[in-house]
């Protein structure tokens, strides 16, 4: 770096924003209490050795994939029926969340409705600011363990996140097909079926197809509070160390994840 | 205006879909009568009501406020973390040959498995606590960032790099001051959109034991010490919403 022509020329910056950065970061270290040679002591090593040794001899009797592969099916039909009855949920509260097909808001002066308007949206928000898995955590308190948990978490969770972002859609697109509607007389169904829906329809789609994805790798994840399906297998083989079940549970998930990727891409290519 | 014909094969997926909505519910069979009787809604009123009125006892204030510093530091050590290790991967898997392929397998990997199946897994290596959670959140978001920021470089602009290449710099080099700048914003803005998911996501964490905000919830309502739980949700709450606002106030000053 001898040649001035070669050096950096905003090295000393670049060392300062280093320094920040490391200053910042002190802290993060100390409160994650981030001590990863914790995970180099010798006996732990030794434990860890023995459980991912086990990974490569995957248990593959009949008895075992039978299980396994009745347990896929439960994820995915929670995953599906969940994201159904979300749909009951988030259809209605969207439709009402909806200023663009309110006649009230035509003369630019919105009537008393937006307060309804303003509380759905904010009920809306609540339901999806909790995390469905503090849903399922609590539904499991009240209807016990297994699929009716998972399938009622994943409708509140989804139903908040699906009727949201549907209101925002709708009010995101041309207003000029359903303000002619709505001021020739149209009805509120009227406007939205012929005025929004034809044009906001596959977008509208997509993004439930593409929710339907996640909330299948959310049902694995329930499972883990014991709400059926993959998950509540690979937790009770986590924790009886069986390594040789957890490799073949987790094999089946990342190839479930990736044929629901794959569906879901596929479909929503058709709808575009 | 003739209406375009619906074809069969529309009507054969949609068919498909029904099918496949059907047979959920029917295979699950749900305990309809568990969330939609009289008594069942009583009683989840009952519980609702439990939840009140909130435990703000000072100490016990102190230890959520504690718990919801040690969710946001593990976001942040987490995604902090997770921009190493996606530049890492993401350098191969921006390049050419044998490296390339590899490299996308694994991001593919990383991405495939949720944070909280990784956390299971680290739990067994790590034991309990917030470093399995933290790792947890760095594999997952490694696979998730590797991949944006890979396809950042490759979409790069290629006139700033040639240059530098014509006068005889190493590939090393060439990145460091032609395409890192120029991918510079898109990275930063892939990076703060991760974080705040990773806010949410380690604020769970902790009901499998990794930590943070979530393991607190899990332990009160195991108890079933209610209103602490209260507290604790409220917290939780609370951080997510700031998150959003924040993100939302951000995105709309970065649009305008």
């Given at each position: 770096m001898t040649d001035p022509a070669l050096r950096d020329?905003?090295?000393?910056?670049?060392?300062?924003?280093?320094?920040?950065?490391?200053?910042?970061?002190?802290?993060?270290?100390?409160?994650?209490?981030?001590?990863?040679?914790?995970?180099?002591?010798?006996?732990?090593?030794?434990?860890?050795?023995?459980?991912?040794?086990?990974?490569?001899?995957?248990?593959?009797?009949?008895?075992?994939?039978?299980?396994?592969?009745?347990?896929?099916?439960?994820?995915?039909?929670?995953?599906?029926?969940?994201?159904?009855?979300?749909?009951?949920?988030?259809?209605?509260?969207?439709?009402?969340?909806?200023?663009?097909?309110?006649?009230?808001?035509?003369?630019?002066?919105?009537?008393?409705?937006?307060?309804?308007?303003?509380?759905?949206?904010?009920?809306?928000?609540?339901?999806?600011?909790?995390?469905?898995?503090?849903?399922a955590l609590v539904f499991v308190r009240v209807v016990g363990l297994g699929a009716t948990a998972g399938v009622l978490a994943i409708a509140i969770a989804y139903g908040g996140m699906l009727g949201k972002v549907y209101a925002e859609i709708l009010e995101s697109a041309d207003a000029t097909p359903t303000q002619a509607l709505l001021s020739a007389g149209a009805t509120r169904w009227q406007a939205l079926c012929f005025g929004a829906l034809p044009s906001c329809l596959p977008e509208l789609l997509s993004y439930t197809v593409y929710r339907w994805e996640c909330a299948v790798r959310s049902s694995v994840v329930l499972g883990f509070v014991g709400a059926g399906g993959l998950g509540q297998q690979l937790d009770n083989a986590s924790k009886m160390f069986a390594g040789n079940e957890v490799s073949a549970i987790l094999l089946v998930f990342v190839l479930l994840v990736m044929a629901s990727d794959a569906f879901s891409r596929w479909l929503r290519g058709r709808l575009a | 205006m003739k209406r375009e014909p619906v074809r069969a094969s529309t009507w054969a997926v949609l068919a498909?879909?029904?099918?496949?909505?059907?047979?959920?519910?029917?295979?699950?069979?749900?305990?309809?009568?568990?969330?939609?009787?009289?008594?069942?809604?009583?009683?989840?009123?009952?519980?609702?009501?439990?939840f009140f009125p909130p435990q703000l006892a000072p100490a016990f204030l102190a230890k959520t406020g504690w718990a919801l510093l040690e969710t946001l530091a593990m976001s942040a050590l987490g995604t902090a973390l997770a921009v190493v290790g996606g530049l890492l991967l993401a350098l191969?898997?921006?390049?050419?040959?044998?490296?390339?392929?590899?490299a996308r397998m694994l991001l593919n990997l990383l991405r495939s498995v949720p944070e909280l199946v990784w956390a299971t897994q680290l739990l067994i290596l790590a034991g309990l606590g917030p470093l399995p959670g933290t790792l947890a959140l760095a594999l997952h978001t490694s696979g998730v960032l590797g991949r944006l920021f890979a396809e950042?470089?490759?979409?790069?602009?290629?006139?700033?790099?040639?240059?530098?290449?014509?006068?005889?710099?190493?590939?090393?080099?060439?990145?460091?001051?032609?395409?890192?700048?120029?991918?510079?914003?898109?990275?930063?803005?892939?990076?703060?959109?991760?974080?705040?998911?990773?806010?949410?996501?380690?604020?769970?964490?902790?009901?499998?034991?990794?930590?943070?905000?979530?393991?607190?919830?899990?332990?009160?309502l195991g108890l079933f010490q209610m209103a602490e739980t209260c507290t604790v949700l409220a917290g939780m709450i609370a951080l997510v919403g700031l998150v959003d606002a924040l993100s939302w106030v951000a995105r709309r000053s970065l649009t305008r």
């Amino acid at each position: 770096m001898t040649d001035p022509a070669l050096r950096d020329p905003a090295l000393s910056r670049r060392w300062l924003a280093l320094l920040i950065g490391l200053a910042l970061l002190w802290p993060l270290l100390v409160l994650s209490e981030f001590k990863p040679w914790t995970l180099l002591d010798e006996r732990g090593l030794r434990a860890t050795g023995r459980y991912l040794a086990q990974f490569i001899h995957m248990r593959s009797d009949a008895e075992f994939l039978q299980m396994l592969a009745l347990d896929t099916w439960r994820t995915v039909a929670i995953a599906t029926a969940g994201l159904t009855l979300a749909l009951v949920l988030a259809v209605p509260l969207s439709l009402l969340a909806t200023a663009r097909l309110s006649a009230s808001t035509l003369e630019g002066r919105p009537g008393p409705a937006r307060w309804l308007r303003r509380a759905v949206r904010a009920l809306l928000v609540a339901l999806r600011s909790i995390p469905e898995l503090i849903w399922a955590l609590v539904f499991v308190r009240v209807v016990g363990l297994g699929a009716t948990a998972g399938v009622l978490a994943i409708a509140i969770a989804y139903g908040g996140m699906l009727g949201k972002v549907y209101a925002e859609i709708l009010e995101s697109a041309d207003a000029t097909p359903t303000q002619a509607l709505l001021s020739a007389g149209a009805t509120r169904w009227q406007a939205l079926c012929f005025g929004a829906l034809p044009s906001c329809l596959p977008e509208l789609l997509s993004y439930t197809v593409y929710r339907w994805e996640c909330a299948v790798r959310s049902s694995v994840v329930l499972g883990f509070v014991g709400a059926g399906g993959l998950g509540q297998q690979l937790d009770n083989a986590s924790k009886m160390f069986a390594g040789n079940e957890v490799s073949a549970i987790l094999l089946v998930f990342v190839l479930l994840v990736m044929a629901s990727d794959a569906f879901s891409r596929w479909l929503r290519g058709r709808l575009a | 205006m003739k209406r375009e014909p619906v074809r069969a094969s529309t009507w054969a997926v949609l068919a498909g879909l029904a099918v496949l909505v059907v047979a959920s519910f029917w295979s699950l069979n749900l305990q309809w009568s568990a969330f939609l009787g009289v008594d069942a809604l009583a009683s989840m009123g009952r519980f609702g009501m439990s939840f009140f009125p909130p435990q703000l006892a000072p100490a016990f204030l102190a230890k959520t406020g504690w718990a919801l510093l040690e969710t946001l530091a593990m976001s942040a050590l987490g995604t902090a973390l997770a921009v190493v290790g996606g530049l890492l991967l993401a350098l191969p898997a921006s390049g050419q040959g044998l490296g390339r392929a590899t490299a996308r397998m694994l991001l593919n990997l990383l991405r495939s498995v949720p944070e909280l199946v990784w956390a299971t897994q680290l739990l067994i290596l790590a034991g309990l606590g917030p470093l399995p959670g933290t790792l947890a959140l760095a594999l997952h978001t490694s696979g998730v960032l590797g991949r944006l920021f890979a396809e950042s470089f490759e979409n790069a602009p290629a006139a700033g790099a040639l240059a530098l290449r014509q006068r005889g710099l190493g590939e090393g080099c060439v990145w460091l001051f032609a395409t890192l700048p120029q991918t510079l914003p898109q990275l930063v803005s892939y990076t703060l959109y991760r974080w705040e998911n990773n806010i949410r996501a380690a604020s769970v964490m902790g009901v499998v034991g990794a930590g943070g905000l979530g393991q607190m919830l899990s332990y009160h309502l195991g108890l079933f010490q209610m209103a602490e739980t209260c507290t604790v949700l409220a917290g939780m709450i609370a951080l997510v919403g700031l998150v959003d606002a924040l993100s939302w106030v951000a995105r709309r000053s970065l649009t305008r």
